[in-house]
């Protein structure tokens, strides 16, 4: 994997890349099958990933049709896979036996391992046979939702279709990994503006935040709207205040402790911090600063 890692790193072509043997393994972060019992009883706050998740070699699974190898050059941590990690509200293992019961390549996600991660930024390896508009060597990003384009209920609204998943949290072989298996459809161009670790930490948090306030199949802001942001210093928050401002809207933000009010100085946003006791809430005006203490 060093010396793939290395040509890329060095902007070799992408002929060069494909004549680079790809390896049988690759090192990935996963949690186990037989370890899904680990934390039974135990207060969500006193799971420790640190005991769930394991990095070492994994077998890189046979490349479907519609998918490609991609050498992962960032990734990010997401709430799910904080999720994935403690085995909470349920064990992911049930969504890889789901997806295995639905076709011939769904089979390989069934494994007594789960790959996480639902961001990434890498350079192709190689393409699966029925992959038109990518090639070996191209820079992408990837956005994290898995859907099957044969499903015509996610043709206008891919969020409704009836077997929609979450790539490397409802799936196997996700980001977190030196070479990740992605479909194409989940493919963009990684902006040439940005670091490799810039372009892999917005796609699963901002498109979140775009289909619920910017498009038609959500509820896009107007100019005047006032947009209640719970959360609003987190990544699907933080994103949901520039939608917002940027559509003429005004965000009020919540959030909970002052440290976290403060990211959000200097942005037009009225800021709620919610304090522990769960009868007082703080405001501060837009763009002011610290919380002043409210009824």
């Known amino acids: 994997m060093s010396e793939i890692l290395d040509a890329v790193r060095n902007g070799a072509s992408g002929e060069t890349l494909a004549n680079i043997p790809l390896p049988v393994s690759t090192r990935a972060v996963f949690v186990l099958r037989d370890e899904q019992g680990m934390f039974e009883g135990m207060a969500s706050k006193d799971k420790d990933p640190r005991r769930s998740l394991h990095v070492d070699e994994v077998a890189v699974p046979e490349l479907a049709p519609d998918e490609v190898y991609l050498a992962v050059m960032a990734s990010s941590i997401n709430f799910n896979t904080v999720w994935t990690s403690i085995f909470e509200p349920l064990s992911t293992f049930g969504f890889l036996d789901r997806l295995a019961k639905e076709s011939f390549w769904g089979q390989r996600h069934a ?27 191209d820079e992408v990003t990837v956005h994290c939702n898995y859907v099957d384009d044969q499903d015509p209920t996610s043709h206008d609204d891919s969020m409704l279709s009836s077997n929609q998943r979450i790539w490397g949290f409802e799936t196997n072989f996700g980001g977190l990994a030196d070479i990740a298996v992605v479909k194409a459809n989940q493919l963009m161009p990684k902006p040439t503006h940005l670091s490799w670790e810039e372009a892999a930490v917005n796609a699963l948090c901002n498109s979140t935040s775009y289909r619920m306030l910017v498009s038609h199949n959500g509820a896009p802001v107007t100019q005047g709207d006032k947009v209640l942001i719970w959360g609003a210093s987190g990544g699907i928050g933080s994103f949901a205040v520039q939608h917002v401002i940027n559509s003429g809207g005004t965000p009020i933000g919540v959030v909970s402790s002052a440290a976290k009010a403060d990211t959000l100085r200097g942005e037009a946003v009225s800021i709620l911090e919610r304090p522990a006791h769960p009868r007082r809430v703080r405001v501060a005006p837009i763009g002011q600063g610290r919380p002043r203490p409210g009824g």
């Open 111 to 137: 494994l007594p391992y789960h790959v996480v991660g639902s961001d990434a930024a890498g350079v192709i390896l190689r393409t699966g046979s029925a992959v038109r508009n990518w090639k070996v060597g």
